[in-house]
């Protein structure tokens, strides 16, 4: 299979499917840091943390 | 693509790593779509494809981390550095929490939604919206009202290796190895940038982006440096076309392709060509891209002088015809060149190409 030869692409499925999988206002499985994907949501989770927030602006073309 | 296993090592880290307690410490957020986004706050080189921002809910940035060079995109991103960065910005929100720090007035805001052509060619067909469309679109409209300072916005990003700064990167901006205007200055490796014109920076990601901020008609920059505890300010004389960068890797730029590289004469070569000296961008061909003679751009070759181009010879920034068409003309517009070949003078055309991205 194509992705069986590049392990770029294997990588990038893998990732894509632990982070669309959760589909939702955020992601993580256990040991893992919990992600938004909602700016808004971002802020009122900082907000009410009272924490600094990491922003990360991916550009999947 | 570009920063992929950096951008899934991030989003990855485990919360028992050292990455993953700092970044235990925040609010994480990796954000994919830019539509609602402020794109004013979140100002950058728009061809970096992934970025990131260390901020607070009051949307006040302490730092940038990421950025790239025409080399690659991944020259400056490093899980240590990232590191120190986080750990940075930790103190730093501590510091804002504390009242230590100023707020800074928010930027106009912009809005893709803002953008005319992003609107009519990629939001209104529900097509994402790229990080890189927004700085090819913003450009065009520049160019389209007059407002386009192609030194400024077409070559966005300066390399400060031009400067003779070559970072040690896990370090974040301690200095590596120094050349050139920056070793005449006083630099010297092991120094750590603080401030670039008296603007803290404290990753490559700061430093690039104020460094962008300087006039592109400035003589001199002012970087203050730590060495071994002691602040030091370092006046650097920018060398000519310090601005200048290979554009090739921005898929969409508003750059006219020339497809040709060329290399200025020396001023005894222009004399012994009976061309201008001082001032004349005239230079030698060395290398013709394969588009040329797929898209009938020119007929150029190898070792043709061009000295002229619609008549002029000399500029007060470009340095070659190939520099003055780029920035003296726009994309997809003809010029006639004045040629010498095998010592004879001729004149030619050549069409200069718009780039279209891929979709």
Not at chain 2, 18 to 30: E, N, P
Not at chain 2, 63 to 68: E, F, K, L
Not at chain 2, 245 to 267: G, H, K, M, N
Not at chain 2, 353 to 358: A, E, L, T
Request: with cysteine; hydrophobic share 40%; glycine share 6%.
């Amino acid at each position: 299979m194509r992705f069986m030869r590049n392990p770029e692409l294997l990588f990038s499925i893998v990732l894509a499917c632990v982070l669309l999988g959760f589909g939702s206002k955020s992601f993580a499985q256990d040991n893992e840091i919990r992600w938004f994907d909602n700016y808004r949501e971002t802020i009122q989770e900082a907000k009410r943390t009272q924490k600094p927030i990491f922003l990360e602006f991916r550009c999947e073309p | 693509m570009a920063g992929r296993a950096f951008d899934a090592q991030v989003v990855l880290s485990p919360t028992d790593s050292a990455r993953g307690k700092l970044l235990s410490q925040y609010v994480c957020a990796r954000i994919t779509r830019m539509d609602d986004i402020d794109v004013g706050l979140f100002d950058r080189d728009w061809n970096n494809t992934l970025y990131y921002f260390v901020m607070n809910a009051d949307e006040q940035i302490y730092m940038r981390y990421g950025g790239r060079d025409a080399r690659s995109p991944d020259s400056y991103l490093n899980l240590n550095s990232l590191e120190l960065a986080l750990a940075k910005g930790l103190e730093l929100h501590g510091r804002y929490q504390r009242g230590e720090l100023k707020k800074v007035d928010r930027p106009k805001p912009l809005f893709p939604r803002e953008i005319p052509l992003l609107v009519e060619r990629t939001i209104s067909r529900n097509a994402c919206v790229e990080c890189h469309l927004i700085g090819d679109y913003l450009n065009v409209h520049r160019e389209q009202d007059g407002k386009l300072d192609k030194l400024t916005h077409m070559y966005r990003s300066p390399d400060i290796r031009t400067l003779g700064i070559e970072l040690d990167v896990p370090k974040g901006l301690v200095v590596k190895e120094v050349r050139g205007s920056a070793a005449a200055a006083g630099m010297q490796p092991g120094d750590r940038i603080k401030s670039i014109n008296g603007t803290p920076v404290w990753t490559f990601g700061d430093l690039q982006y104020q460094y962008d901020k300087v006039n592109r008609n400035a003589e001199r920059i002012q970087i203050t440096i730590d060495r071994a505890g002691t602040l030091i300010d370092v006046s650097i004389a920018l060398p000519e076309r310090w601005w200048w960068t290979d554009l090739t890797f921005r898929q969409w730029t508003i750059e006219p392709r020339v497809y040709f590289d060329s290399v200025a004469l020396t001023d005894q070569e222009k004399r012994d060509q009976g061309l201008l000296d001082r001032g004349g961008f005239a230079s030698k061909v060395k290398r013709v891209d394969m588009f040329a003679e797929m898209t009938k751009s020119h007929e150029l070759r190898v070792g043709d002088i061009v000295f002229g181009v619609d008549g002029v010879q000399r500029d007060e920034v470009a340095n070659t015809a190939e520099l003055f068409i780029k920035l003296r003309k726009t994309a997809g517009e003809t010029v006639t060149l004045d040629v010498i070949r095998d010592g004879k003078r001729v004149q030619m055309k050549l069409k200069t190409y718009k780039m279209s991205f891929r979709k």
